[in-house]
């Protein structure tokens, strides 16, 4: 009888340990896995906000060089307005896609009805002007760009903000007790959080 219990105690005891060395290893993968998906948000917002500041500046030397008449600063501004506009387009559909991925559909919808909206109403005024027939002065079209710098500030520190709370991708859903995280339900994780564990 001492025999079965000492084969019973042990393979308990190697199932114990088999589960909690399981448990470990999910543990470690999931601080990984949302490592790096807090790297990956960090990227795209940084990517982002270097891309739109670089042409938000371009935009208005742009500007200002069409309203200053000499027109070898207004080539040269052009042109690098032009290639960074080429940049912003080459490469604004994989922000999107990541941002969506990241932050959900409602950011892409912002930036694309808001901010890059925005851009291209600018882009029209600054045409205008520059072709001697425009609707509003360069004062108005800068303080318009100064709006949208501002707005891009905010777009940036409101991502930057859900990245530090954990609210973004699939992670706050882990932690979240809802229909579509049922699984969070169960008799096992309810005791296991009401310990801490």
Do not use: H
């Amino acid at each position: 009888m001492s025999f079965f219990l000492s084969v019973f105690f042990a393979v308990s005891a190697a199932c114990f340990a088999a589960w909690f060395q399981n448990r470990s290893w999910k543990k470690r993968e999931d601080v990984r896995f949302e490592e790096r998906e807090r790297d990956s948000a960090l990227k795209i917002v940084s990517e982002f906000s270097e891309l739109s500041s670089k042409r938000l500046y371009r935009q208005k030397r742009y500007l200002w060089a069409v309203s200053g008449g000499d027109e070898d600063v207004e080539c040269k501004d052009k042109a690098e307005y032009r290639k960074v506009l080429l940049e912003w387009n080459d490469r604004l559909r994989s922000i999107l896609v990541s941002l969506g991925y990241s932050f959900g559909d409602d950011e892409v919808a912002y930036v694309e009805r808001t901010i890059q909206a925005k851009f291209v109403d600018a882009n029209r005024l600054i045409n205008l002007l520059y072709e001697g027939g425009g609707e509003v002065s360069k004062t108005e079209i800068d303080r318009r760009l100064d709006v949208l710098g501002a707005d891009l500030v905010a777009f940036n520190k409101k991502l930057l903000r859900r990245v530090r709370e954990d609210n973004f991708s699939s992670l706050p859903l882990k932690t979240k007790v809802c229909f579509s995280n049922r699984k969070n339900l169960s008799f096992s994780y309810l005791f296991f959080r009401l310990f801490g564990l």
